[in-house]
């Protein structure tokens, strides 16, 4: 991912879905502000995307909109509250970006099975690019 604005928008996908069970947790708000900084973006811009509307920004590369996926499946279960709107929104995001239902379901599965929350990221890619074949 190359623009900065492009970035932006991500974050701000995520700023918006962290808040859909209607609180902003402390645990997301880390775990957004260590996104912010692994993608690069300033403190003051990160803080300015909490009161911006979400605008949308299409992701090209398949290999981004797992990623984009994975971020937000692990944003769901930063709380420690898996919200059924938080389920609902995701499987909506994910279909949104073309991605695999059944992918979609086998990833969230795997993840709410892990005791830390978290699968590799040759599991991740692995799901994915079964449904290709």
């Not at 623009?3 to 995520?14: H, I, P, R, V």
């Not at 949308?56 to 898996?82: P, T």
């Amino acid at each position: 991912m190359e623009k900065y604005e492009e970035k932006l928008a991500l974050l701000t996908e995520m700023i918006a879905f962290s808040v859909v069970d209607g609180k902003l947790h402390d645990r997301e708000y880390l775990f957004l502000s260590m996104i912010a900084e692994e993608l690069q973006i300033s403190k003051v811009d990160f803080k300015s995307l909490f009161h911006q509307e979400n605008y949308l920004v299409v992701i090209k590369s398949e290999f981004e909109r797992i990623q984009q996926f994975y971020r937000l499946a692990l944003l769901m279960h930063c709380d420690g509250i898996l919200h059924e709107r938080e389920q609902n929104k995701i499987h909506e995001i994910g279909i949104n970006m073309g991605l695999n239902p059944h992918a979609i379901k086998r990833v969230l599965k795997a993840m709410e099975m892990s005791p830390t929350k978290m699968i590799t990221p040759e599991f991740l890619l692995e799901v994915f690019q079964e449904q290709l074949n």
